[in-house]
């Protein structure tokens, strides 16, 4: 005859034990799970903004354009030294300092020198494969403000080596360089460019 089993019964007491341990593990993962959740709406939800000044950071401020000071329709003779000129629009801020990137072709054309005739301030041209980078900054001491109306910022100028139609850009990136303006309140300006075609005849 068999024995009735009390809950004091070593069998009671294990079967007891797993029931507990299963729920014990299955409120665990429960847990897990949501905290998992809201970790992950959370950085949904952080993500966001961090996207917003993204763009914002990338959004252009003023402008710099091209245009070609001794040549007739942007018509050139090969040879015969010729000069590009960078004029820039800051929107009413005060410039201290830019970096301009004209990208050309360096196969048709022989870079030779820069200059800036912005007052008080000095330049600084590097040439770096298919590009000249132009580093503009204003004097020690200068205290005027520099506020630019389609003035110009710099000139480069050029020997045509062949001819055909080619392309003077002002490029926004260039590896880890940037085109950019800075104002007197240290505020990176990311300016809207643009590109002139040179014909070479």
Known sequence: MEK??????????????????????????????????????????TTQPQETTMMKEHKTEGTVSLSVVNASNEKVASGVPFTIQINGNSEGKDVVGFDLLLSYDKNAFTYQSSKTPLSGFQLFPVQRGNHVTLTGTKAPGVNTPTVLNSDALATA????????????????????????????TTHVMRPAVSKVDLTVY
């Open 4 to 45: 009735n089993l009390t809950h004091n019964h070593p069998v009671v007491k294990r079967v007891y034990f797993y029931i507990f341990v299963i729920t014990w593990l299955l409120l665990l993962t429960i847990g897990l799970l949501y905290l998992f959740q809201q970790q992950k709406q959370q950085g949904e939800t």
């Open 157 to 184: 100028t050029f020997v045509p080596n062949q001819k055909g139609t080619y392309t003077f850009s002002l490029v926004s990136k260039e590896g880890k360089e940037t085109t950019k303006m800075v104002d007197n």
